[in-house]
């Protein structure tokens, strides 16, 4: 395979061979030809061309891959020497793998024009969208594969202007093309039949009669000799006899040429964003020469770890051609014994189909023996430790899951899982954990997530929304796809979400995603309540402090305020799990006058669901009284001594005291006049004088409401929380 590379000082550009060694990340174009007027190689070697329409597509997209931060680009027209017929077949049945390991595909449109004073053609549809749907490029044979096989693709006008991507046009292009949105969205293409692959190329065209044939070779999967005079016919009669020596397994066909990354359960993420220091680590450790190598990635659900595992897939595919990858599910034995039957029978393991074969065994031994050359495999979802640890019930053995993993020199294993217990418990050395994204990352998602930029065209909401959703990227992509949906503004969702009853809607809210699994919640709220219920199975006190934690401010909880109960080791444990799964951090801080105090904070989003978990299982009202009793036993009424510790305590009676919805009145009197002595004596008299006013406000409306003055109790509650601003801040309590 040959690349471009653009020459300094805009001087040029120069032909680059790989032929041993893995090519190097590369962007493709994708266009049409106009006669006479394209760079050929020859015209490259020789240094001419430059006059020709056709160098400008050359000078778009190297510079194009430049701003994506690629090197080297290939074109058609100049990068395959057709003065060969060698290499001419070559490439044919190799243009499909080329396109697929394109780190971009640019598709330029010489027929679509965009006014120059138009910076954001994605938001003014109208001006392009016909002329788009009539362009030449889809009544092209070849550009059928082109459109199909790359991982991200991406539409200009003759301009240079960006039109959108392939998955933003999806709709546009499958009027136009009739190939189902599945297909557009990475699908994998042995889904659809034969018949319905064939229909795709009917209404398309090519120069030379029998290339309506061969543009299809990629599409199946499939290698033929080039005979151009055959006549279409016969070379269509060729490829179906091809296609089905491949279906019935037909022919001396090596391991090393099944379509592997057909095992791969999600097509390729065209959105995928930052994340390349964490990528570079996991290449780094997982294919150090001669080393069999395990790896572990955990965090918080819905921070992107499978997401990252699938892209590393790819990427090691498009690296490595003959690399075998494997995607084996961890969510149950069984997940995982089907996931093992699928490689079994994609191997071809001899009695793999047989009634009581022991598949794990076959395929653990298979992959083994080293004689398969590189391969990857994914475990993921290991979140439940016991699965892969415990024994198999399944097996005819007391095996476990994780015994049947295998081991080579040649491969590698990459496990996800939300619980650095399991992290720790499946590879004690090669752990990384992943943390939300910054915030250039996270407003980049957001980007490319959001199919009219002219919604984000309010930075200030942008920033709100992204601290507000703390970089997470399962959340921003659920904010995203409801922005889409709605055709709502960042401003206006910001504004949906200052209300609590909205906010948990807003989590809530279903929305299509093809890289997470179609039979698991796909909502933020519900990706934690899996995890919620998990730790309430595996680790009961941990449970305890989390409903507790969701009843007082997320911030600075001191480990001595969580209820009591379970040894020091059970104690030890509990929050092991809960910062285990990342709910919540650590901060080390000295109290004055005390020994070492252990100090928490809750992760924002995980505080909110909390507080919907325990409303929708009819458990916060309970929660919320043993936080506020929790309270009443450790806060005096004022006084010096022990300050240096209850003043710790302070915020989170506050909070508690702040819940007029859940907590009775007799109870937030007490919690407020505690709170009014705890401040005069810690010399903050405003505050004091106002939680004793607002104390008294709340004790006055219980006896005008006995009273039946229902108008006047109404009065002083609305006076008392006024007041209750002024003591706890607008922002108090956090939801």
Known sequence: MRLLKRLPGDSGFELTSFKDDPAPPYAILSHTWTDGQEVTYKDLVEGTGTDKDGYTKIRFCGERAAADGLEYFWVDTCCIDKSTSVEVSTAINSMFYWYQRAAKCYVYLTDVAVPDEVTNPEAFRTLWVQAFQRSRWFTQGWTLQELLAPASVEFFSHNGKRLGNRIALEQEIHSVTSIPVGALRGQRLTEFSVE?????????????????????????????????????????????????????????????????????????????????????????????????????????????????????????????????????????????????????????????????????????????????????????????????????????????????????????????????????????????????????????????????????????????????????????????????????????????????????ELFSEHFEDLSRYQDMDRTIAKTWHISFRQIQRQDPLAAKYLSFIACIDRISIPQSLLLPGGSIVQQTKALGTLTGYAFITERQQTVPGSKKERLFDMHRLVHMALIWWLEGHGEREKWVGAAAARAEELVPYGGHQGKEVWSAYLPHLMYVAGLVDVVNGAMSVSLLERLGQCQKSLGQYALAETSHRKASMSNLAQVLDRQGKYEEAEAMNRQELECTKKVLGPSIPRR
Not at 229 to 250: D, H, S, T
Request: proline share 3%; net charge neutral.
């Open 196 to 504: 319905k692959r064939i229909s795709w190329a009917a209404k398309r065209t090519t120069t030379i009669k029998e290339d309506k044939v061969y543009c299809l070779l990629g599409i199946f999967g499939v290698f033929l000799s080039l005979i151009y005079g055959e006549g279409e016919e016969y070379a269509m009669l060729r490829l179906k006899e091809e296609i089905q020596k491949r279906q019935q397994g037909w022919g001396n066909v090596a391991v090393q040429d099944l379509s592997v990354s057909l095992s791969l359960p999600f097509p390729r993420n065209e959105l995928f964003v930052g994340r390349e220091s964490q990528l570079q680590f996991i290449k780094q450790i997982l294919f150090s020469p001669n080393t069999h190598q395990w790896m572990t990635i955990y965090g918080l659900g819905g921070c992107g770890k499978s997401a990252l595992a699938l892209e590393f897939a790819y990427r090691a595919l498009a690296e490595h051609a003959r690399r075998l990858v494997f995607w084996v599910p961890a969510i149950s034995p069984e997940s995982f014994g089907l996931a093992y039957r699928d490689i079994g029978i994609r191997l071809r393991i001899p009695g793999i189909g047989d009634d009581n074969a022991d598949v794990k065994r076959l395929v653990k031994e298979t992959l083994s023996l080293g004689n398969l050359g590189d391969w990857l495999m994914i475990v993921d979802n290991a979140d439940d430790s016991e699965i892969l640890l415990g024994v198999d019930n399944n097996s005819n053995k007391a095996a476990r899951l994780i015994d049947y993993i295998p081991h080579s020199n040649e491969g590698a294993i990459l496990f996800t899982t939300r619980s650095r217990k399991a992290a720790t418990d499946l590879n004690q050395s090669n752990v990384l954990e992943l943390n939300d994204m910054g915030k250039a990352e996270a407003r980049q998602l957001l980007a490319q997530r959001t199919t009219r930029q002219a919604l984000l065209n309010d930075e200030t909401a942008v920033d709100v929304l992204l601290e507000t959703l703390t970089g997470l990227p399962l959340a921003i992509v659920q904010a995203a796809a409801f922005i889409n949906q709605n055709n709502t503004s960042v401003s206006e969702y910001v504004s949906l979400f200052q209300h609590a009853v909205a906010k948990a």
